[in-house]
């Protein structure tokens, strides 16, 4: 079995793929974490007052469950914060629908702390999920997307780099 988490040193991915698109939009309001039901990019989030509105679409509920039940104490912790709309469905599916909706809600930073690229998280690597992530974005708004290790997964990394710079201005691993 892999290890998803460890409390001991989780800041440091959780930083990372948090405070780094934050830091990099000048103003960001509305938030979408695809993934993170562990709660650790949602803590991050959190910490950021400009942020007015944050979307968490995890598939499995249980996730966010169990993260309370034994990490209520280091990565869930904000699972109650007023800003907070959790959804339990597919990303993928969530942002065809809205997308599809033109409710004018874009967003300026969108976070994809997905699983590995196996089973449903599969279509969170696909070049059609990059796309619908840029269509959801407002303009000058930003995506970080857990990108795997560079040393066992380097072509997975080439691919979606190659696919990601068809889609967006500036692409960077």
């Not at 196996?118 to 407002?138: C, I, K, R, S, W």
Request: glycine residues 6%; contains cysteine; hydrophobic residues 40%.
């Amino acid at each position: 079995m892999k290890k998803e988490l460890t409390e001991n040193d989780e800041f440091v991915y959780q930083e990372m793929i948090t405070h780094l698109p934050m830091m990099a939009h000048p103003n960001p309001k509305n938030v979408l974490i695809v993934g993170g039901g562990d709660g650790g990019v949602l803590r991050e989030v959190c910490r950021h007052p400009c942020v007015e509105k944050i979307t968490l679409v995890e598939i499995d509920e249980m996730v966010i469950d169990v993260a309370k039940e034994f990490f209520g104490e280091s990565t869930a912790t904000s699972f109650d914060d007023s800003r907070l709309e959790c959804i339990h469905e597919d990303a993928a599916e969530f942002l065809t629908r809205h997308n599809e909706s033109n409710s004018g809600n874009k967003y300026d930073v969108i976070i994809a702390d997905s699983s590995d690229p196996v089973g449903p998280a599969e279509t969170l690597f696909d070049p059609l999920f990059y796309e619908q992530m840029h269509e959801a974005l407002n303009e000058g708004g930003v995506v970080c997307a857990q990108g795997e290790c560079f040393w066992t997964h380097q072509d997975l990394i080439v691919n979606v780099v190659a696919c990601c710079a068809d889609v967006f201005d500036t692409v960077e691993y």
